[in-house]
């Protein structure tokens, strides 16, 4: 008679902690803190951080000269103190004013909307770098931070178009309709500094040494957007190839100075506008602040680790 073998049915493998963890949180709904949200609700959720946002930047420049005598002062007199340096240098030195009608007015719009990008960008690049303690102690959009630090630089330079008005009109230069062009100018580079101050965040954020570098950077592109000199006047009676007139011409921060200078100065005409150059100025803030939002919210969850 033959032996039958019962063999005992196989054991069932051991739930791994992974699995049981993933079990629980499918359970009672857990998400794991510090996720990346989908695109749409990450602009809610930092839509409804408007008011903090807003109130953030303010704080931010109230307190940035709360220690100096003159205290917000510092606000007009900064920028008016660059220019002066400037017309100095370039002006009487270097003699870029000859052939600049209204060199003045000319030359401190050009250092007031050229600050606002600057200071923009430098201090995104410094947004979540600069800001660990906050990142690390509260859930929020992160993009709250470079989005505020530009909303400051926005709220400074308000105090410097004040005193560019008061500039305008001692230097001669008539109220007109075309003033009412700075507020789209303004919208679009704001749009602009934003996307720009969000890229440096998440470059500083992971190299913060690049805050190191950006005055450098900045320096140079500051040099060859005519803040301190006509780009049509000098180029028309050089030899520059054309491409890299265009490539002058072209580059952002130089088209919405020129913009400004056009809706402000009235010896700045259109022919000294680059062609297409509103299509260049909405361009460069869609690229920059869509894309600048874009490439943040992808690194979302890693900021503040590390």
């Avoid at 606002?116 to 859930?139: C, D, E, K, N, Y």
């Avoid at 900045?218 to 301190?228: A, H």
């Avoid at 005409?269 to 680059?274: E, I, M, S």
Wanted: charged share 10%.
């Amino acid at each position: 008679m033959s032996q039958v073998l019962n063999t005992p049915p196989p054991a069932a493998s051991p739930a791994s902690p992974a699995d049981d963890a993933a079990a629980i949180a499918a359970r009672y709904g857990l998400t794991v803190s510090g996720a990346r949200p989908s695109l749409p609700a990450y602009v809610r959720q930092l839509w409804a951080r408007r008011h903090f946002i807003t109130a953030f930047a303010t704080a931010k420049l109230t307190a940035q000269y709360s220690q100096a005598k003159l205290g917000q002062v510092w606000q007009v007199a900064n920028p008016l103190l660059n220019a002066a340096v400037y017309y100095f240098i370039f002006g009487v030195l270097l003699g870029t004013k000859h052939g600049v009608p209204d060199f003045v007015p000319f030359l401190v719009t050009g250092v007031f909307i050229w600050t606002f990008t600057q200071s923009s960008i430098m201090a995104g690049t410094r947004a979540i770098s600069g800001s660990l303690g906050l990142v690390r102690a509260l859930h929020f959009p992160r993009a709250a931070l470079p989005v505020s630090y530009a909303i400051q630089q926005l709220q400074q330079l308000l105090f410097s178009m004040a005193a560019l008005v008061v500039i305008l009109l001692c230097f001669g230069v008539p109220v007109s309709a075309s003033w009412l062009l700075i507020v789209p100018i303004l919208t679009l580079q704001f749009v602009f500094n934003v996307g720009m101050a969000m890229v440096m965040a998440r470059m500083g954020a992971k190299t913060p040494d690049i805050a190191q570098l950006m005055p450098f950077v900045l320096r140079t592109w500051m040099y060859v957007s005519g803040v301190m000199w006509s780009i049509a006047s000098t180029l028309k009676h050089s030899h520059t190839p054309h491409w890299a007139m265009v490539a002058l011409e072209s580059n952002p921060a130089a088209v919405y100075i020129d913009l400004t200078r056009y809706a402000l100065i009235d010896s700045f005409h259109a022919n000294q506008l680059p062609h297409h150059v509103w299509a260049l100025a909405v361009g460069w803030a869609l690229l920059a602040g869509v894309g600048g939002f874009i490439y943040f919210w992808k690194a979302e969850e890693t900021y503040g680790r590390g």
